[in-house]
Each structure stands twice: as C-alpha cells, then as structure tokens.
C-alpha cells in the first residue's frame, strides 16, 4: 500500500485532499500544525471508510526539527503534497522582515525541507511523486499581497527544477495552482469581494477544496505518469 503525506490535512485543502487521497486507496498522513484535534476527527472518518490505518501528526512547519519528527514517525512516503500555506493582505510598503520571514517559512522554507526529507527514500526506490500546492497569484501577483505571490512563485521555480533533477530517479515533480478557493484562508474577503471574484471567473463560481483534491489524485496516479514539472492550473479560467 502506498503512503502519501499531505501537510495542512487539518483544514480546507488539505482535508479535502487527504479524503480524496484515502478514497485512492492510500495511507494517508494528515500533516497538522494548530488544529490537531481536527487531523484527528478525520483520521477517525477515513479509517471507518477505508479500513485501513491513517494518521494525524502534529508538526509546525517552521521548525526543522518538527519536520524531522513528521518523516520518522510517518514512515517512507510514495507521495508528498505539500499544501501547508499561510497568506497575508498587507500593502508591501508595510510588510516587515519579520512578516517576510514568517510567510517563507511555513510557505517555502516548510515544502522544502519536507522534499528534502521525502526524496531520498523516492530516489533509493526510483518512484514517489511531489505536488505543491502554489496559487494563481503566484502566477499573476496580486496586489497587498505580494509576500504570498514571491512565496507561491517560489514554488512554482522549485516544481521546474526538481522535475528537471528528480525525473531521471523516476520522480515526478508538478504543481497546482488553485484560483479562489472556499476555504477559512478567504475568510477574511468580504461577501462583495467574493461575488467580485466569481464574476471575474469565466466559470462563474468560487472553487471548492474538492476541486483541488481531484486535481491532485490526477497528478498523483497513473494518467498522469509522463506529465512533471507543469503548474496546472485550477481556476475556473480565471488565469488564462
Ligand atoms: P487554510 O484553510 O487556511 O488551511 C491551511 C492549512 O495549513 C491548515 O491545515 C494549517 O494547519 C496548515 N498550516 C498553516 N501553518 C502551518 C505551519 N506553520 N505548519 C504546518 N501546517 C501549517 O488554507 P487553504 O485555503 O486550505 O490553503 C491550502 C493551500 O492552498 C495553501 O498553500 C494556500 O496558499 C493554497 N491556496 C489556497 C487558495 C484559496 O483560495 N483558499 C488559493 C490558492 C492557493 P492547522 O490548521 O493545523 O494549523
């Protein structure tokens, strides 16, 4: 049986994810930072679907030594989404280091350490798949938001360079990048600013978190075994 890793399965995404994944019929370890309790619930949900044995683990992303704890009590791990992100709305001439700093940490700094700590046992099987989880604003930049667009580019550059590194290991390495999704991250947009967003949106609607799981389970499984190193874009066209 296989074993995937989705960091922020606690919440939105990542939940969404881990119970499309589950439904793979993976093993699925629900990475989690603040909402433990949550991770847990659904550990309990899809081991009643599946009957088969999932796992919440609690781990902050912004320390190394957590991310090492993750990977050891995780086990080997076929395939990695690395969805955990965090995003700020600050004017740039406001942003402090300090924010700069945070943000990089969990969105960049966080996908890259959990890579690193997956790919050695892909690279010694010659199989695993990567998915970050980027955004539409890492493609296009949004204004008061230019920390989070650098971090979601960042990830993007990454998504390229290790397919280039990874492939001939067997390693396929792509990127997802959702427009708006119905998620507590957007809970702070006022009920105008989303009905902005949905009229701006060819397809005339706000995205669900499934809409992103079933992208994954794409990227993730056997239809897509000569696709890596693209950013797929789920967005309803917003980003075309
Ligand atoms: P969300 O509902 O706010 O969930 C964020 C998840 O990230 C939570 O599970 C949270 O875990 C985890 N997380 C945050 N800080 C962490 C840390 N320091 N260490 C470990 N985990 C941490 O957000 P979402 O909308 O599902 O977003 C998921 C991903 O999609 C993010 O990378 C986001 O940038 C991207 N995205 C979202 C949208 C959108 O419109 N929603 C659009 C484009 C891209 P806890 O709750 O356990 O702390």
């Excluded at 439904?23 to 991770?39: A, F, K, N, P, T």
């Excluded at 507590?184 to 669900?208: F, H, K, V, W, Y």
Aim: aromatic letters at 6%; hydrophobic letters at 40%.
């Amino acid at each position: 049986m296989k074993t995937a890793l989705v960091t922020g399965g606690s919440r939105g995404i990542g939940r969404a994810v881990c119970r499309q994944l589950a439904q793979d019929g993976y093993r699925v370890i629900i990475g989690c930072c603040s909402h433990l309790e949550q991770g847990l619930e659904l550990q309990r949900e899809l081991e009643e679907k599946t009957g088969l044995e999932h796992r919440a683990i609690q781990a902050d992303l912004r320390r190394e030594e957590e991310i090492a704890r993750l990977f050891q009590e995780a086990g080997p791990v076929d395939l990695l989404v690395n969805n955990a992100g965090i995003a700020r709305q600050t004017l740039f001439t406001d942003v402090s280091a300090e924010e700069w700093d945070d943000l990089f940490a969990v969105n960049v700094r966080g996908a890259f350490l959990c890579t690193r700590y997956a790919l050695p046992e892909m690279i010694r099987k010659k199989e695993g798949c990567v998915i970050f989880i980027s955004s539409m604003w890492g493609q296009v930049g949004a204004s008061c938001e230019a920390v989070y667009s650098a971090s979601k580019a960042a990830l993007i550059g990454l998504t390229k360079a290790l397919a280039k590194e990874e492939g001939p290991s067997g390693i396929r390495v792509n990127c997802i990048a959702p427009g708006v999704i119905h998620t507590e991250m957007n809970a702070g947009l006022s009920s105008e600013d989303l009905e902005a967003l949905r009229q701006e949106t060819p397809l005339e609607r706000i995205g669900t978190p499934e809409d992103i799981a079933r992208a994954v389970s794409f990227l993730a499984g056997e239809k897509a075994s000569f696709i890596t190193g693209q950013v797929l874009g789920v967005n309803g066209g917003f980003v075309i």
